[in-house]
């Protein structure tokens, strides 16, 4: 999360909007990825870098999910600062792991009373929030951040953190308290690669671990020197070591001097999350998200990985034939996220041109009509119905009317015509000038309706 030493902020590459589909979000600024999977969607819990910060300025944490890799629900931010009465500043990289039918955040904050970064614990029943604070008081405290947990198949969590340090402990299976003593991982060269040039810090350890296991083997990949950081990795046959280098998994690149790596599996392939400065705007304190599919090497290695602009394939097709959220998008241009009056998000401070696309659309046989849950206190406007790009193939046109408030919602419906097999639709947002109005939900009808699907789970705006 934050490299110990000052410098340059990067200029950042921004990607084209009509072929990207990485940084995952558009909407905000966001860095320091912790994905998790949970019952078939893909949950990414981030930090938030403030608009022109010069600093780490982040006051709360957001989160996404997917069912597909590229099409991303935007849950908002269900836990921050104030979450926590004892925190005073400094929401910096956390990681989410389910537990117990619950589901626990662990966050580095800035203790009120001690001025140190302290380990706080959330918690909640749904992985989309909210978030409490689960005992009140730091887990854990010795100044240093970056707290990643991993549960081990016999059912013994512990808890990694550290900069410029690494620590472990082992916790109770409440995970909100912990047996033994805070013991230190000793930062070898063997065992975390050699450093040229920094005496105090002699290996490549610099901070924001994760650790994960498969087919018995130990990894923690970590942000690596600085700065600007890598991503490189280590291996052990046990959660507490002894670790051996292994390597770099992402070269330094990206626009930001900072990274921070996450990797899960899901539906058959592997995912390494990072982030860069790629958006307009972006550096080494505006930073943003991104994911790109890898595959292990034979031996279990981690290949060299790098960043893209076009980021993972799609893993599945999104069905518009049920609600979806106008907040779940794969990439958007000009558009804001906000909570709507009842729960949830909706799309808003919508000028003549914004448009959102959701990719790799399944219309089947062929979609016949658009509806639109939409409200507006300023002078309405247009939805083009576009296939294949913001300018692409118009299928239809449903026309908004002023409802007389940004959260007095009504419907809309229009014919459509060509919306067949599957396609990238993009939502076209026309009018005026100023802000035309918001979208809640949309959702198609058609011969291929009747082969249902599922809304997005743990979206209270879904009625």
């Given at each position: 999360m934050?490299?110990?030493?000052?410098?340059?902020?990067l200029?950042?590459?921004?990607?084209?909007a009509?072929?990207?589909?990485n940084?995952i979000?558009q909407?905000?600024y966001?860095?320091?990825?912790?994905?998790l999977?949970?019952?078939g969607?893909?949950?990414l819990?981030t930090?938030?870098?403030?608009d022109?910060?010069?600093?780490?300025t982040?006051?709360?944490?957001?989160?996404?999910s997917?069912?597909?890799?590229?099409?991303?629900?935007?849950?908002?931010s269900?836990?921050?600062l104030?979450?926590?009465?004892?925190?005073?500043?400094?929401?910096?990289?956390?990681q989410?792991?389910?537990?117990?039918?619950k589901?626990?955040w662990y966050v580095?904050?800035?203790?009120?009373?001690?001025?140190?970064?302290?380990?706080?614990?959330?918690?909640a029943t749904s992985?989309?929030g909210?978030?409490?604070?689960?005992?009140?008081?730091?887990l854990?405290e010795n100044?240093?951040i970056?707290?990643?947990?991993?549960?081990?198949?016999?059912?013994q969590?512990?808890?990694?953190?550290?900069?410029?340090?690494?620590?472990?402990v082992?916790?109770?299976?409440?995970m909100?308290?912990?047996?033994?003593?805070?013991?230190q991982?000793?930062?070898?060269?063997?065992g975390?690669?050699?450093?040229?040039?920094?005496a105090?810090?002699?290996?490549?350890?610099?901070?924001?671990?994760w650790?994960?296991?498969?087919?018995?083997?130990?990894?923690?990949?970590?942000?690596?020197?600085?700065?600007s950081?890598f991503?490189?990795y280590?291996?052990?046959p046990?959660?507490?070591?002894?670790?051996?280098?292994?390597?770099t998994?992402?070269?330094?690149?990206g626009g930001s001097?900072?990274?921070?790596a996450?990797?899960?599996?899901?539906n058959?392939?592997?995912?390494?999350?990072?982030?860069?400065?790629?958006l307009?705007?972006?550096?080494?304190?505006t930073?943003s998200v991104?994911?790109e599919k890898f595959?292990?090497?034979g031996?279990?290695?981690?290949?060299?990985?790098t960043?893209t602009?076009?980021g993972?394939?799609?893993n599945?097709?999104?069905?518009p034939y049920?609600?979806?959220e106008?907040?779940t998008?794969?990439?958007?241009?000009?558009?804001?996220?906000?909570?709507?009056?009842g729960?949830g998000?909706?799309v808003?401070?919508?000028?003549?041109g914004?448009?959102?696309?959701?990719?790799?659309?399944a219309?089947?046989s062929?979609?016949?009509s658009?509806?639109a849950?939409?409200?507006?206190?300023?002078?309405?406007?247009?939805?083009e119905?576009?296939l294949?790009?913001?300018?692409?193939?118009?299928?239809g046109?449903?026309?908004?009317p002023?409802?007389?408030g940004?959260?007095t919602?009504?419907?809309?419906?229009?014919?459509?015509?060509?919306?067949?097999?599957?396609r990238?639709?993009?939502?076209?947002?026309?009018?005026g000038?100023?802000?035309?109005?918001?979208?809640?939900s949309?959702q198609?009808?058609g011969?291929?309706a009747?082969?249902?699907g599922?809304?997005?789970?743990?979206d209270?705006?879904?009625?």
């Amino acid at each position: 999360m934050l490299c110990a030493l000052a410098v340059v902020v990067l200029t950042a590459a921004v990607p084209s909007a009509a072929r990207a589909d990485n940084p995952i979000v558009q909407t905000v600024y966001t860095a320091d990825p912790a994905p998790l999977v949970h019952n078939g969607r893909v949950y990414l819990y981030t930090g938030h870098d403030e608009d022109n910060s010069t600093y780490f300025t982040m006051k709360e944490w957001r989160v996404y999910s997917s069912a597909d890799m590229v099409n991303w629900t935007d849950h908002g931010s269900p836990m921050n600062l104030g979450t926590f009465s004892w925190a005073s500043a400094n929401a910096w990289a956390g990681q989410v792991v389910a537990r117990n039918g619950k589901f626990y955040w662990y966050v580095p904050v800035t203790n009120r009373s001690t001025g140190r970064m302290a380990i706080g614990v959330g918690v909640a029943t749904s992985p989309t929030g909210p978030f409490t604070d689960a005992i009140g008081r730091p887990l854990a405290e010795n100044g240093e951040i970056d707290p990643t947990v991993f549960i081990d198949d016999d059912g013994q969590a512990y808890l990694y953190w550290g900069n410029p340090n690494l620590w472990y402990v082992r916790l109770n299976a409440d995970m909100i308290s912990y047996s033994g003593a805070v013991t230190q991982i000793p930062l070898t060269t063997a065992g975390f690669g050699t450093r040229t040039g920094t005496a105090n810090r002699p290996t490549l350890y610099e901070e924001g671990p994760w650790v994960y296991k498969r087919n018995g083997l130990y990894y923690n990949v970590f942000a690596a020197k600085c700065c600007s950081e890598f991503i490189g990795y280590s291996t052990a046959p046990g959660p507490t070591g002894p670790w051996t280098y292994r390597g770099t998994v992402m070269a330094t690149q990206g626009g930001s001097f900072t990274n921070h790596a996450g990797i899960v599996d899901f539906n058959g392939g592997s995912y390494f999350f990072y982030h860069n400065g790629a958006l307009p705007g972006g550096g080494g304190y505006t930073r943003s998200v991104a994911v790109e599919k890898f595959s292990y090497n034979g031996d279990g290695t981690l290949p060299a990985i790098t960043m893209t602009s076009a980021g993972a394939a799609q893993n599945g097709t999104l069905n518009p034939y049920v609600r979806q959220e106008a907040e779940t998008m794969a990439w958007s241009s000009g558009v804001e996220t906000e909570p709507a009056s009842g729960g949830g998000l909706n799309v808003g401070y919508l000028d003549n041109g914004d448009y959102v696309k959701v990719k790799g659309v399944a219309f089947g046989s062929g979609a016949t009509s658009f509806t639109a849950r939409v409200a507006s206190a300023g002078a309405g406007g247009r939805i083009e119905v576009r296939l294949g790009g913001p300018t692409g193939t118009l299928a239809g046109t449903c026309t908004v009317p002023v409802t007389g408030g940004w959260q007095t919602w009504t419907t809309v419906s229009c014919p459509v015509s060509g919306a067949t097999g599957t396609r990238d639709l993009y939502l076209r947002f026309t009018g005026g000038s100023g802000y035309l109005f918001n979208v809640d939900s949309w959702q198609f009808a058609g011969a291929s309706a009747a082969r249902g699907g599922a809304p997005v789970p743990g979206d209270a705006s879904m009625r």
